[in-house]
């Protein structure tokens, strides 16, 4: 692969460029392949493919070799994400940055299409409340997906452009902008992105990246946290926005501690000597990135936000409901379109405050709905970590978990009459209806495993 020569040449006087090992690195043919596993769904998933551990992050792997995914049902049920190594270094900042308890903390992810950053949020925040948003309305149904997989239910997706968090002033506690870029970390994964690159698509971003950021910086709170990344190794996209941030924005710069046998090498803007981290794919496993810290020095308070009203349940359906969520105390509940939806109860105010200017795609996780009395059960609601009562578990192998991902059609000898809990190697993949001379499978259409 031939690389722009423009984007060498710019490089030559960056902190850890190396023009021969950069050119080398690129036309070796290795690839990296990582994953993060879901804390929240215990499985010996992969664990045959596993090298060694990301260094810094908790439940990162690289792996020997690139499984097919596709054919694995672990996958599909979320617990792991195929996720790009140098990005988790985002678990590093946040807990050198936020330690100690994460509960009741308020995060935006707002550029988070298809779902890796946010995926890692939700489980470090699992007792705060993740915001994912994206503005492209078809990756917003990625993101949508994979967040439904990933199973958490501290997760709200909307699909908004960030002006349209105007309003929330001064409201999150950690706001992460991973930010459209013009992808020159990326060329070794994915060549096509060497023919898009130009200078005129560096500086286009490097402007967008500011509109972006000029856009949801008030919504920090005073001495909260930005995070901000790039898959760009161009200055203009990330020192000199780190500058911009310092000088314009007000923010403050904030170092993030580093292990010297991670290789990642550490700059600092050539204006306001702002912190960054970058990642070169020749000296760390993984590809070009750059991530900065800053803090929130001083924010306007927000006034009062209108709550959305939500359909509360009735008795009757509170009551029906019950035996399905035995001392789920920390749950509250509403209606949307006829979906019962259950959301932590610490934050359904807030729930109701996004709901009030945004459009909200997923809302925590949805249980189902109810005909007459009898309860029918969500997707969502079965590959999420919330316990599972109420129905039988059919416990299935992997050729028969593949025939449930596709929606073919099989019968196990273990299934009972009624609704079932289709769960592979401990991990609940989705549901099905046994009726006496056939299986209904309700495993989502547009998801379906298409290759043979």
Request: with cysteine; charged share 20%.
């Amino acid at each position: 692969m031939e690389l722009p020569k423009q984007l060498i040449d710019s490089l030559a006087n960056v902190k850890g460029f190396d023009k021969a090992a950069f050119e080398e690195v690129h036309t070796s043919g290795e690839q990296v392949t990582s994953i993060r596993l879901n804390p929240f769904k215990p499985s010996d998933v992969l664990i045959e493919y596993r090298a060694s551990q990301v260094p810094w992050c908790s439940n990162g792997f690289y792996l020997k070799e690139r499984p097919s995914f596709t054919m694995d049902p672990l996958f599909h049920a979320g617990a792991y994400y195929v996720q790009e190594a140098s990005s988790m270094f985002l678990e590093q900042a946040i807990h050198e940055l936020i330690p100690g308890t994460k509960k009741g903390l308020k995060v935006l992810d707002l550029c988070a299409a298809p779902g890796g950053k946010t995926s890692l949020l939700a489980a470090i925040f699992s007792e705060g409340l993740v915001v994912s948003n994206e503005v492209i309305k078809s990756r917003a149904a990625i993101l949508l997906e994979n967040t439904t997989k990933w199973g958490l239910p501290n997760m709200v997706v909307t699909n908004n452009d960030p002006d349209h968090f105007k309003d929330f002033v001064g409201y999150f506690d950690v706001i992460v902008v991973d930010a459209p870029c013009s992808g020159s970390g990326l060329f070794r994964k994915d060549p096509q992105a060497i023919a898009e690159w130009s200078e005129q698509n560096v500086s286009h971003c490097s402007e967008r990246q500011e509109r972006i950021l000029s856009s949801i910086i008030p919504c920090l709170k005073q001495g909260g946290i930005l995070l901000y990344s790039t898959c760009s190794y161009s200055e203009a996209e990330d020192e000199s926005i780190a500058d911009w941030l310092v000088d314009q924005m007000k923010m403050e710069s904030c170092p993030i501690k580093i292990d010297a046998s991670w290789n990642i090498v550490t700059t600092q803007s050539p204006q306001k000597q702002a912190w960054g981290y970058r990642f070169y794919p020749y000296l760390v496993k993984g590809e070009g990135f750059y991530l900065a810290a800053f803090k929130q020095q001083q924010s306007d308070l927000g006034g009062r936000l209108k709550e959305a009203p939500l359909t509360k349940l009735t008795k009757l359906e509170i009551a029906a409901l019950a035996p399905y969520v035995q001392n789920d105390t920390s749950a509250a509940y509403f209606k949307q379109n006829n979906a019962i939806r259950r959301v932590p109860d610490a934050f359904l105010s807030t729930i109701q405050e996004l709901a009030g200017r945004l459009y909200i795609k997923k809302a925590g996780i949805e249980i189902g709905e109810f005909k007459g009395n009898a309860l029918i059960p969500s997707h969502e609601w079965a590959v999420s970590i919330l316990p599972k009562k109420g129905f039988n578990i059919l416990s299935v192998n992997k050729d028969q978990a593949l025939l449930f991902l596709k929606r073919g059609n099989f019968m196990p000898d273990n299934a009972s009459i009624g609704w079932n809990w289709v769960q592979f190697e401990g991990v609940v993949l989705g549901l099905v209806k046994v009726l006496p001379n056939r299986i209904n499978n309700y495993y989502p259409a547009e998801w379906r495993i298409l290759k043979d």
